[in-house]
């Protein structure tokens, strides 16, 4: 499934839509949510760069003033949320081959065509006026912190996690505190933060806080900077696959040589997930 460094990687990748003119939007078979608007209302306007938040993905698209200054694009203004659900992907080019089965979501501008790709259709892309309105607004409300926002200090993260009882593992990947930690990476930065798994929330501290969203934020960046994971079928715009699997600490790696003692890294299923850890390195 995509997580927070794919997604990022997925917004570095279709940059070059930012700019373009919709010519046409067209949809495939239904995905998790309906679009919401007329495909037709989009035609004439103008994409902006995306955003990302969380693991959506924001495509501004604004209506443009026409010389006689009335306004293509039915006076819109607003945007498309996109989601790439368990299986998604995007490309953009302007000489994709031809629409495959998969092929669910195509919008059409002047500088190349952004194709959603979803065998397993959990995906979506959904109309929304604006980021703060319905259903934009309703869809992000539940996303926890961003941790590549620096505004967000080891103090807040430490008052959200000290009166919550489950173990920091599941937290972390509940989403709800802060976004991002995906299996792999939730894994990994537990390693990095000598935190076991297991440890209920309230029993991190201060100090240990701070070391897992410092631990968070150097995972996910060097998850970026790997062109995010490809366990399964990942690929980004341009069908580059990532390559931080391969340089996992823990994750994956059951029964091999913990990086930093040399103990053997253990893997155990915690609510359905597989984890691994060294329960060396990592206390309670
Ligand atoms: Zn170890």
């Not at 006076?75 to 031809?98: E, I, V």
């Not at 823990?250 to 990086?259: A, F, N, Q, T």
Request: aromatic share 6%; hydrophobic share 40%; glycine share 14%.
């Amino acid at each position: 499934m995509p997580e927070l460094p794919e997604v990022e990687v997925t917004r570095r990748s279709v940059s070059g839509v930012a700019g373009a003119r919709v010519l046409g939007l067209r949809m495939g078979k239904p995905l998790r949510w309906p679009l919401g608007v007329d495909p037709d209302a989009l035609v004439g306007a103008t994409a902006g760069e995306f955003l990302r938040r969380g693991k959506y993905l924001w495509l501004p698209l604004q209506a443009a003033a026409t010389e006689a200054g009335g306004v293509q694009g039915g006076g819109l203004g607003g945007g498309l949320l996109w989601h790439l659900g368990m299986s998604g992907s995007l490309a953009f080019g302007s000489a994709l081959a031809p629409a495959g089965k998969h092929d669910h979501v195509e919008l059409v501008t002047d500088h190349g065509t952004l194709r959603l790709t979803d065998p397993r259709r959990f995906g979506a892309v959904v109309w929304s006026s604006s980021l703060g309105a319905d259903p934009a607004a309703k869809l992000l409300s539940r996303l926890g912190a961003e941790p590549f926002d620096l505004s967000y200090t080891a103090k807040q993260f430490h008052a959200a996690l000290k009166d919550r009882k489950v173990a920091i593992k599941q937290a972390l990947l509940a989403g709800d505190v802060i976004v991002g930690a995906g299996n792999i990476y939730a894994n990994d930065a537990l390693f990095e933060a000598g935190i076991d798994p297991h440890t209920p929330c309230s029993r991190i501290g201060p100090a240990r806080a701070a070391r897992l969203l410092s631990a968070l934020r150097m995972v996910l960046g060097q998850a970026v900077a790997a062109g995010g994971s490809t366990l399964r079928d990942f690929r980004d715009a341009h069908g580059s696959v990532g390559q931080y699997q391969g340089q996992a600490r823990v994750y994956g790696r059951g029964g091999e040589p913990c990086p930093r003692c040399g103990g053997a890294i253990e893997r155990i299923v915690q609510a359905q997930r597989a984890t691994y850890f060294c329960p060396a390195c990592q206390r309670r």
